[in-house]
């Protein structure tokens, strides 16, 4: 099982920028997908961003592109969630995940079998 902490969540106006950061420890191992989800009050966690072991490969949501983007630091055992020209509608508790080596990277929720414990990001207008 591997453990997830994330961090780096706040308030911020619009056009704003956060850098969330997703601590992993346990049992990571090479080949580990890494993904972010968030979910807003009263609705379902949707994908936001998803990242391949080494890095190479990444995918973010439509509704993300271009404004967020998803790194890792192996080094580190860290993944981050860079957010740039934040909206309110970005507004959500943001959830980092971790996946077990795929040929495909997911961004299905149920593809992931572990998570954090999530953290607040509020956008005001």
């Known amino acids: 099982q591997v453990q997830l902490v994330e961090s780096g969540g706040g308030l911020v106006q619009a056009g704003g920028s956060l850098r969330l950061s997703c601590a992993a420890s346990?049992?990571?191992?090479?080949?580990?997908?890494m993904g972010w989800f968030r979910q807003a009050s009263g609705k379902e966690r949707e994908f936001v961003a998803t990242?391949?072991?080494?890095?190479?490969?990444?995918a973010v949501a439509g509704s993300v592109k271009g404004r967020f983007t998803i790194s890792r630091d192996n080094a580190k055992n860290t993944v981050y969630l860079q957010m740039d020209n934040l909206k309110p509608e970005d507004t959500a508790v943001y959830y980092c995940?971790?996946?077990?080596?795929?040929?495909?990277?997911?961004?299905?929720?149920?593809?992931?079998?572990?998570w954090g414990q999530g953290t607040q990001v509020t956008v005001s207008s």
């Open positions: 995940a971790a996946a077990p080596r795929a040929l495909i990277l997911p961004r299905v929720e149920g593809q992931y079998d572990s």
């Open positions: 346990g049992r990571t191992s090479s080949g580990v997908i």
């Open positions: 990242i391949t072991w080494s890095g190479a490969a990444t």
